[in-house]
């Protein structure tokens, strides 16, 4: 079983992650900001995309580094029902300073301001079979069509 790690320290390397941590599965509790370390903390079960497998998840870590501030919106803790990570994104604000916004299921949402984009990805071992793999509205037959303006 290899585990995945991955670094990113620009926006384009952000991008990377993101798109491994589609379809993560956490809960609130999931999430922790350590704002005397500035270091932002995260576990999920992210969705493994490697093609010609069986769907599985495998259990992950993120950290993030130099985060000066930590806003959430629609999140509680303790709540039970798990969310989907749906993507990580930067908005410089004074280079090399902005913002990651994790966007998360049903509208929740992590804004962190931070010096600079310093994030780690790590898988952490366990990995097991899903049920099924994440779909998405555009992967539906009934889905409207994209039409050129």
Known sequence: MELLRLAALDAEDLTVISAHLQDAILRPEDLTFLADEQRFL????????????????????????????AKTRGLQRGDAMPMSLLAMTFTPT??????????????????LEVECIEVRMKDLGPVWEAATRPGHDIDRPDAAPVTAA
């Open 94 to 111: 004074d280079t090399p300073s902005g913002i990651i916004d994790l966007v998360f299921s049903g509208g929740a949402g992590v804004r």
């Open 42 to 69: 995260m576990v999920a079960r992210r969705f493994d995309w490697t093609p010609n497998v069986p769907p599985r998840r495998r259990l992950t870590g993120l950290h993030i580094e130099r985060v000066l501030a």
